[in-house]
């Protein structure tokens, strides 16, 4: 995008990465990823939520009809919540045996 909103490139073959550039400030603000296959999947709308600080990551609710159809509410629902830095491991330095004055 030539605002700096956001970056897409493809970081690998096999993996696409997108940035968004300071969304709180900024007009770009959801990444919506979509499923393109024989396996059908529902869109999925990604934002960082600064207030609880981490990935919100939400899906529309849709709806039956009796004939099969599919209604798509305009509302999107939270399906999952991910901590920033959930698997960030502080450093604790560990006591050693010898160290406690035993022998």
């Known amino acids: 995008m030539n605002d700096t909103s956001a970056k897409v490139e493809l970081f690998s ?41 981490g990935w919100l990551v939400e899906q529309r609710h849709i709806a039956e009809t009796k004939e099969g159809d599919h209604i798509a509410d305009l509302e999107w629902k939270e399906a999952a919540f991910c901590p920033a830095w959930q698997f960030v491991q502080q450093h604790q330095e560990q006591t050693h045996p010898d160290s406690l004055g035993h022998a």
């Open 13 to 53: 073959p096999d993996t696409l990465t997108v940035e968004l550039w300071y969304p709180r400030s900024r007009p770009v603000q959801f990444i919506e990823l979509d499923l393109i296959d024989t396996r059908a999947a529902d869109t999925i709308r990604i934002s960082y939520d600064f207030n609880r600080d």
